[in-house]
């Protein structure tokens, strides 16, 4: 090696004098060189401690997109490794839930939609639960007022946790052993990872939060402010990993963890027991299907309501030619809104956790019912969601969650959303377990009519019961053609998922927008209540001028969602696009 490099630097010219101190000099060299090949070695693909991500890569072998660089690249390392699109998915949560503490989660819950090479349609459930002791009334102080404080911050907000379990539950789909997938995360977590400007300006913001709901002080507290480059080291947190590594889901849901959780609820007057989470099963359920346009849509079914608003919202459009009407138009954006209007009314009233509430998910869904939602719908003026409210059935997320979206050469196709809730959850870590533990119960309708963190309202469909899952908004969506998976789509974001899935796949196959454009140009959001029309930055303004003279109340806001698409291109490549509204990357190979 040495010699090479000599003779490529024409050291052979020089003298033997100074030829030791060029052999020196070389010798250096190759040590640098071999040390920053072994994080290229090593279990993590990349270094940690220095890395740039991708925001579009097209890609032959298999492509993975995720909120950040590290999580992306462990997920295509286990492609690599000849791991399929379900073992990448796991690989890829686990290291989430620890370069991504804000959203990616062991204390959380989620969803996944997959499609296996078989052509299998997969969908499983891994929502948090309502422990055993919560009630309908919890959250109602002595007035009869709705203490949202406390369905939304520290440990009383938790539900029991899913994500775990969930994570098995996918294993049956996966090929490679949970060593290989669980690794990554570990040693990301033992030795630590650089953060950036942004993660360390969020950390530094939640510090008060921090020392609020805690009882014993997580890495995340710092005495100094965090700065772009600061190593996080995670040793707790590595720990629940091994044990996890080691005793399977037993090793979150028994033994030294959920000792820990328990303590750590009995410390803060939290009510997980060690029976809820020795009896957290994840569910696997058939996924919501649908025909729009020829295309398959596949969606998560209760008790998330993303698949049945997507559904209720792309058929509203359906027959009135959108395309013609041209993309960010005035009718356009008009009609979409009032869709999304009507599918919201319907969230919350009629939807909720199916195992505990009837959700008439065929009348929901029904053509005529939807159009009949569409008969007020008029193109030159808002119809006042007062006037809206839900359908009559006649007989017959700060939004911090997180999306990732994977495929492989073989046709697995994994599309997964998961959430701890608001921005790290309860803000509540695990003492001596280091992870975040959800605010997920304020995603039930803790009094009718109260708004949740995003606006929400509900009432007996999402009214709190012991074991009950708290109704959702996640999206994970795979949509196939001729039945081979086209796009696997997703973004975190609240209540605002439904419709940022919704505007993704209308700008692909109706506006036939570039994956990059249907992912980055402005979106805009209406959820029936507030009865307010939502815009990003750069939205066109003639479009916003004539809403309200047509008599939208309209809001900028912040951005909207953190779209992942994954297309596959004509030619049979994965073209993999992370949104710009944050530090997403896409990575294939
Ligand atoms: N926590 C946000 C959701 O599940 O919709």
Redesign the pocket.
């Known amino acids: 090696m040495i010699a090479i490099i000599s003779v490529v630097l024409g050291i052979k010219k020089h003298s033997m004098r100074i030829r030791p101190l060029y052999i020196f000099i070389l010798f250096l060299l190759f040590v640098s060189c071999k040390s920053s090949q072994r994080s290229a070695e090593g279990i993590v693909s990349i270094n940690p401690y220095s890395y740039t991500g991708e925001k579009r890569t097209v890609s032959e072998n298999g492509a993975v997109v995720s909120a950040h660089t590290l999580a992306s690249e462990v997920g295509v390392s286990i492609l690599k490794k000849g791991g399929n699109a379900f073992d990448a998915a796991i690989a890829t949560q686990f290291a989430l839930a620890v370069v991504y503490p804000g959203a990616g989660n062991l204390g959380g819950g989620g969803f996944l939609v997959g499609r296996n090479a078989e052509g299998k349609l997969i969908s499983i459930d891994y929502r948090e639960k309502a422990p055993g002791l919560a009630h309908r009334d919890m959250y109602i102080d002595k007035d009869g007022k709705a203490d949202t404080d406390k369905s939304q911050n520290g440990h009383l907000s938790s539900g029991v946790p899913g994500t775990v379990a969930g994570l098995f539950e996918t294993m049956q789909y996966a090929k490679l052993p949970l060593k290989d997938l669980i690794s990554p995360a570990i040693e990301l977590a033992e030795k630590g990872f650089a953060i950036s400007k942004n993660e360390a300006a969020s950390l530094n913001g939640l510090q008060f939060a921090l020392k609020k709901q805690n009882t014993v002080m997580p890495v995340f507290v710092k005495n100094i402010p965090w700065k772009a480059g600061d190593t996080l080291v995670q040793k707790d947190l590595a720990n629940t990993l091994k044990r996890i590594l080691e005793k399977g889901a037993a090793g979150f849901y028994e033994g030294e963890t959920a000792r820990l959780i328990v303590e750590e609820m009995k410390r803060g007057h939290g009510i997980i027991s060690l029976d809820d989470l020795k009896n957290y099963k994840a569910k696997q359920r058939a996924p919501h299907i649908f025909n729009y346009k020829g295309y398959t849509i596949i969606g998560m079914s209760m008790p998330s309501s993303g698949g049945v608003l997507l559904h209720q919202m792309m058929k509203m459009v359906e027959d009135r030619n959108i395309a013609s009407m041209g993309f960010h138009s005035t009718a356009a954006v008009q009609l979409m809104t009032e869709a999304e209007r009507r599918a919201y009314a319907d969230r919350a009233e009629y939807m909720g956790d199916a195992d505990f509430y009837k959700v008439p998910v065929d009348m929901l869904t029904n053509d005529v019912y939807l159009q009949q939602r569409m008969k007020n719908y008029d193109p030159a003026k808002a119809t006042p969601s007062s006037e809206v409210g839900p359908g009559v059935l006649v007989a017959a997320?700060s939004e911090e969650?997180t999306h990732l979206s994977v495929i492989d050469k073989d046709g697995n196709a994994v599309a997964v959303t998961t959430?701890l809730?608001n921005g790290y959850g309860s803000r509540t870590v695990v003492g001596g377990a280091g992870f975040f533990m959800n605010d997920?119960m304020d995603?039930f309708s803790i009094k009718p009519g109260v708004p949740n963190l995003y606006g929400a309202v509900g009432g007996e469909a999402n009214a709190i019961q012991p074991g009950k899952r708290m109704l959702?908004?996640?999206t994970p969506t795979i949509v196939l053609k001729d039945n081979k998976p086209f796009l696997v789509v997703g973004t975190p974001g609240?209540?605002t998922?439904p419709t940022q899935v919704f505007q993704t796949l209308v700008n692909i196959i109706d506006f036939n927008l570039s994956t990059t454009d249907a992912v980055y140009k402005p979106k805009f959001h209406h959820q029936w209540l507030p009865d307010l029309f939502y815009f990003e930055k750069g939205f066109p303004e003639s479009a916003v001028t004539a809403l309200q003279k047509m008599g939208y109340t309209t809001r900028l806001r912040g951005a909207i969602g953190r779209t992942e698409v994954i297309k596959v291109l004509p030619d049979g490549k994965f073209e993999a696009v992370a949104d710009n509204r944050g530090e997403d990357a896409a990575a294939g190979w």
């Open positions: 997320e969650t959430t809730n997920e995603d959702s908004s996640m609240g209540t998922i």
